[in-house]
């Protein structure tokens, strides 16, 4: 098969997969469009591309002005952040202990890490929320992060990673007297990278995206994070507007898809790397 | 799991633990303590009073509650709206997961097999995967209008019939579903990608030795085969994601009209968190549950008894 020739077939190959990616791509570029248009352009002209009446500014400031953006964005990176901070302090001395150290109990946690991949935040919540309701910590950071401090997926995907670095490394490190949070911070990790650039990935697009448990937990706008945010943005705008919607829906996707756009190869490495083991 | 087999073994003999073993089963336990500690109080408690509220009464706001027995799971089977719900569950199921992974995996062979554009394609596809989908799936509402909205204005353009996507009960379920799978598909393909990348080169060279001519005899002994473990992981992970959804459903129908959009965590989230019936409601949490175990449980059973090449 000659690659650079053009065959037959790779044309129609090729054909597909423009006409795929024009449909996957459509929704965005409408959201661009349309975030552009003027009421009256929605309503007669939903196939041209290009707003007829230029109304960028005034759907953008709709936009910002009904809900605050900048609330909504700061709490998601809040969230986000504190979860990743917290799932990676707790779980790497915890794999690096199964992996690494010998010790009676680490067969039983095996077991309990296995059981706990099983559980998603849908099943949890009804006791968890009972449970904050009671000591009144409803509608804060706290419980928009608490639960998902213990990432069980975490534990899991940097035990596979640490089993593959040679224990001699870990050996030498203890005859230079090292103590094992030692060996962690400066053995460990700094060979860990990859693992947790890609769990990074994994635990800030789940959390970003996540809308269960911030609507069950948050029921005011200065806790709201992004998709929360944007449902109470809708409830707001009770009409047709779709180009103050289309604004709203722009300003809040970009992050993640900007973040995405820039560092793509560790997206798509993180996801297989996250996704096989997992 | 062969090492902690292993490590586990010379505790067997246990009466000569030197002082180094000793401290270094402390260290281990300190180290996951508070891991062990979180998985306990997020997880296994939780999951633990989850069962336990699911035979009781317990509404929030009312203090106290009473044992039922399994009264609720009784009431679960001929409450319309829940078997409504886990109907319409599994038709999501049954249309989002296999689209989406056939798609996903023809997708990444064309990908592989072309020369230019790979990384475009890649990320055209991956991008619903990144983005925020209450987002998206407002712009999706936008999409589906049924006057305003581009898709019937292109089929009125083909002078074909405009349905009523989202607003109607006949379709709404796969409305909900088109959104599903342009959804999902980005995150199938690049996980195919990564194991078409991993097939060795040598393999297909072999299997044309062996007289394999076309295209399809080579994906029938080399590809499929070799991706077995890819597909089966792809599989259960779309299944267990479909069965999931709720964003969609909750941005954009509130599970109408008229329960034709009912599905499982949104029906649980109505009653528990909306109704705050939480006994009832913990016992469709079980059932939830009870799906996903059973879900894994057949990935195990699968990948048991599947041969592997590598």
Redesign the interface.
Known sequence: MN??AFTLG?AV??S??IF??VI?????V??IS?AGKAQSD??SS??SLIPQHWSYVANFTKALTRVSMTTLLWNGVVVCALIFVFQVM??I??A????K???????L??V??M??L???I?????????AF?RMAVLNSYFALV??F??S?FG?FLFLQFF?AIPDDLIHAARLDGMS??GI?GRVIVPNAWPAITAFAIFSV?AH??D??WP??VVSNQSYAT??LG??YF?AAEAG?D?GA??A??LI??TP??A???LA?KR??EG??MT??K? | ?A???A??L??AGKPARSAA?RQ??????I??L???V??FV??????A??IL?GFTDYE?GYTGFRFVGFDNYTELFTDRTFRRSLWNTTVYAAIVAPISIFMALG?AM??E?????R??????????????????A???Q??F?PT???IN??LA?GGLPRPNWLGASTSVLYSLSIIGI?QS???NL??FL??LTAIPRELYAAAHVDGARSAFDRFRLVTWPMLGP?TL?VTT?SIINAV?V??TV??LTEGGPNKASEVL?FT??QE??VYLK?GY??AM?VV??AI??VL?FLQYRVQDKQVHYS
Request: aromatic share 14%; proline share 6%; glycine share 6%.
């Open positions: 690659a650079s790779r190959r090729l597909i997969l795929g990616a996957f791509l459509a929704p965005y409408f959201m349309t929605i309503f939903s196939l707790i779980a001395p915890c690096y202990a199964m992996a150290l010998k010790f009676r109990a680490a067969r946690m095996m309990l890490v059981l706990g099983l559980v998603p849908h099943a949890t919540a009804l006791p968890l929320y009972v309701d608490a639960p401090t213990i069980v534990i089993r094992e949070l962690i697009v970003w995206n809308l269960y609507l069950i992004p998709p944007l449902l809708r047709d779709y919607l289309m709203a829906t809040i996707t993640l898809v973040a995405f756009l793509q997206f798509v996801i297989t996704g096989l997992g | 799991m090492e902690a087999t490590a586990a010379p505790l073993e270094e089963a402390r260290a281990g336990l180290l996951s508070p891991a062990m979180l998985l997020f997880i296994l408690l939780p999951v009073v989850v509220f929030l997708l064309l990908i097999s072309e020369t230019i554009g990384s475009f394609f890649r990320t055209a596809y991956f991008l619903p995967v990144a983005s925020l989908l209450v987002a998206m407002t712009v999706w936008y999409l209008h305003i909205g581009p204005a292109l353009l342009w598909v980005g995150f690049v996980l990564a194991g890819t992981f992970i999931k709720f964003e909750k941005t965590l649980i989230y528990g968190f939480v409601a913990s949490t939830f549950l996903l175990v894994m």
